[in-house]
């Protein structure tokens, strides 16, 4: 199984571009990379996903280096309801993933 | 399409005792997941089930266990409950099982205290 390394906590202002890392050296040929966001006291929602190169949704981008060991989520112009929990998933198909300590993101006005 | 549903949204318990925990996923979801979230170990998978069946199973004790019936829905039962079984416990749903490249939907958790 894949493990993720991220910073525990960022903080940032309202406006600004956020851009969390996730290492994952141990990346398998089939695995995907997935980012979740967490509020407090309720369950994590799906922000985007990729498997290499970048990837944009309405809510945010997903850079992956050609090597796939890191990626990058990138949430433009933050604002204070962006404040909250981020993780970073990676697995295949069959796997059962683990969502390690995720990145506590604090958006200040 | 309605979201994800659990039942009982809060849940007081005694040690020692049994729980029961209720999932209906998304309309058309067949697969399953559940997870333990607490302060010191985060979210934990505890188990995934398709089609009536446990694909996926983590690492923790026989007292937790789940089963998945005909029409997706799921439950998931704890025994002999200990303090540390105080979690919120979440399910989610996805299209096909595993979870690597399929998006999840979770609910929004039931809260269980053991006092």
């Known amino acids: 199984l894949a493990k993720t390394t991220q910073p525990i906590s960022m903080d940032s202002y309202e406006g600004q571009e956020v851009n969390i890392t996730c290492s994952h050296n141990?990346?398998?040929?089939?695995?995907?990379i997935t980012w979740y966001q967490q509020f407090p006291s309720q369950g994590p929602r799906f922000i985007i996903q990729?498997?290499?190169t970048k990837v944009t949704n309405e809510v945010a981008s997903l850079f992956i280096p050609a090597d796939r060991k890191s990626s990058t989520l990138s949430l433009p112009r933050v604002s204070l309801s962006d404040t909250a929990v981020y993780y970073c998933?990676?697995?295949?198909?069959?796997?059962?993933?683990?969502f390690g300590t995720g990145t506590r993101l604090q958006v200040f006005p | 399409k309605a979201g994800v549903t659990q039942t009982p949204r809060y849940l007081i318990k005694t040690r020692g005792q049994q729980v029961t925990l209720s999932c209906s996923p998304i309309?058309?979801?067949?697969?399953v997941s559940w997870y333990q979230q607490t302060p010191g170990q985060g979210l934990q998978f505890l188990f995934e089930?398709?089609?009536?069946?446990?694909?996926n199973k983590g690492n923790f004790p026989g007292r937790f266990s789940g089963r998945q019936f005909s029409n997706s829905r799921s439950e998931m039962n704890v025994s002999t409950l200990e303090l540390g079984d105080s979690a919120l416990y979440l399910c989610?749903?996805?299209?096909?099982?595993?979870?690597?490249?399929?998006?999840?939907?979770f609910g929004p958790g039931t809260r269980l205290t053991v006092t």
């Open positions: 309309s058309g979801h067949r697969s």
């Open positions: 990729g498997y290499k």
């Open positions: 089930y398709f089609s009536e069946t446990q694909r």
């Open positions: 989610a749903s996805s299209s096909e099982p595993g979870q690597g490249n399929h998006e999840q939907y």
């Open positions: 998933l990676v697995g295949t198909y069959t796997d059962k993933l683990i």
């Open positions: 141990n990346i398998a040929t089939n695995d995907y």
